[in-house]
């Protein structure tokens, strides 16, 4: 089986109150993983200096899509879509979904 990675990169808005911003951050991973994902946050120190990457690890993609619906089900994480959304704190840059490939 091969690990699976989601990715979410976020950028902090011009004048976001940072602590709003990383208490935001915080609230998601606790959601992730409260539903079986291990997950970790980045600061982006080269190339798009200052964006955040949030990322949630699994062992493989089975365990990637259970963790998700039972995330997407989850009414805290529903509130927590909506309130990311009109926070105004950050803007979304991108997402990945990455399988990680055997190297010999």
Known sequence: MARC???FVFKP?????????????????????????????WTVTGGEVGN?????????????????????????FQAWRADNVTSGLSSWVRSNIAQELPVD
């Open 5 to 7: 990675v989601a990715q």
């Open 52 to 76: 955040t990457v949030v990322s949630f690890m699994f062992p493989d993609f089975k365990a990637y899509g259970e963790c998700m619906d039972r995330l997407t089900a989850d009414p805290g």
């Open 13 to 41: 808005n011009p004048g976001a109150d940072m602590s709003k911003y990383r208490a935001s951050i915080q609230a998601a991973v606790v959601l992730w993983r409260k539903h079986g994902a291990q997950a970790s946050v």
